[in-house]
Structure formats: structure tokens, C-alpha cells
């Protein structure tokens, strides 16, 4: 497994609405992707970072979906150019109930 973390720093026009926003507009792309096993949309008012965590299953699955296509349409939705970091998952726990 693959994890990402695709982090969007802000200075002065930090919107936390807008950025939940964003979130919940997206949330549905994501529902049922292949090869995605979860994102996270995170939002750290303190920092004036948004950051998206995704757990992919396989290297290839994280690299073909992050392609300069998308990183210039979130860049454009998110209003600056992320930081795209991929990290090796040693072991994931999930305690997602089902309802």
C-alpha cells in the first residue's frame, strides 16, 4: 500500500469555509475509485495548510492518478500548487463499521 499526501500551503487567503467546500463537492468522485482504498480532506487553520491523505493500493494506481493534468486542475480549484508526497504504509488499521 501507498499513501499520499498532497498538502496545499496558504499565506494570506487561507479560506477554511471554502476549503470544506471543496471537500464536499469532491467527496463523490472518490466514493467507489478503484485502487483507492480511502481519502481523507483535512483542514489545519493553524498552519493555513489543507491537506488531502489517500491510501492507495499500489504505487501504480497512486502515480497514474496523480499526473500533471491533475495537479494543474487542483491547483487551479485549491489556488496553490501542492506538495505531493509519497510515503509506504507499513500497516494500515480500519475500523470503518458498516451500518
Known amino acids: 500500500m501507498i499513501g499520499v499526501f498532497v498538502t ?3 499565506a ?3 479560506d477554511e469555509q471554502a476549503l470544506r467546500k471543496i471537500a464536499q463537492n469532491a467527496r463523490a468522485r472518490f466514493d467507489g475509485m478503484p485502487g483507492l482504498r ?3 480532506f483535512t483542514v489545519n487553520s493553524g498552519k493555513r495548510e489543507a491537506t488531502n491523505f489517500y491510501v ?4 501504480d494506481a497512486a502515480k497514474a492518478f496523480f499526473n ?16 505531493v ?3 509506504q504504509i507499513a500497516t494500515l ?7
Do not use: Q
Open 8 to 10: 496545499f500551503r496558504y
Open 12 to 14: 494570506d487567503n487561507f
Open 38 to 40: 480511502s481519502k481523507a
Open 56 to 59: 492507495w493500493d499500489s504505487e
Open 68 to 83: 500533471d493534468a491533475l495537479l494543474e486542475r487542483v491547483t487551479g480549484l485549491y489556488g496553490v500548487c501542492p506538495s
Open 85 to 87: 508526497e509519497f510515503v
Open 93 to 99: 488499521v480500519e475500523n470503518a463499521r458498516k451500518d
